[in-house]
């Protein structure tokens, strides 16, 4: 998956997505058929003492996302110079619908001469439609964790006042370490938890989980499995996917027409 560098952020971006928006306090791409987007939000100087939760609540609500509900949270390892970070299952209510997805919240609680001064955070939103997010949700946000800011004056100021004597690609490949631990942690935990047992290709359906089911590969190789949930599957040769609710998107572009769709695998 290629990264970008834009003024003020270096992020992955996933196939057959775009970038909205990207300013100093926030970066937002959205897939092509604008059914899923990743959010990353921060905001430095907060007068009150915020935990994790309560900073991912307010910047949704502050980015007019409603009904927001966390379903479920746990607890990780913060970036660097952050003193306190979580991830949360999350479902809420978006212009597009009714969407669910995955919030990871890092917070610093910055005092001064032990006097509480202010509270910096970054929070990196996760959603889609909820028909489709189980076909996003093993890899989309192990995508948006690696997003880092690389402009002037960021949002994540103590980080990056201890990082100032490193180069900005040092910034990064630490950034996306930590991403990448992070990310391996929360699937290990969750594999285990959940025990959610792999099925081997060609045995039984009902050896599936629910929901879910094996299509063929149309560049060649091993089935894939996924969810059962989308309208239309897409992928393309380097094996990215973008699934989708309206049977009718094509992703293919005259810039970027390598895309097949998935079919279901007989039985």
Known sequence: MPFRQGP??????????LVMQENNTMLLLQSRDQSADISVAGIGGLKQQLTPEVFAFQRMAALRLTDVRFTSVVYIIPMAAYDGAAVMDVTYTAPIGR???????NVATVYNRNVFERTDGVMALVGAKERIWDAYSSWLPGVALQAVHTGVNPVDAPRRDAERANQTNQMVSAHRDWAKRTWDELVAYRTKTQADQDAAPGMPQAALPAGQQWYDNPYG?????????????????????????DPSFDPRTPNDPEWRRLIPKRP
């Open 8 to 17: 003020y952020f270096n992020h992955a971006l996933p196939a057959g997505w």
């Open 99 to 105: 969407m669910r997805g995955l919030v990871v919240s």
């Open 221 to 245: 190789g091993a089935p894939i499995r996924q969810s059962t949930d989308p309208a239309a599957i897409w992928i393309n040769r380097n094996g990215q996917q973008l699934p989708t609710d």
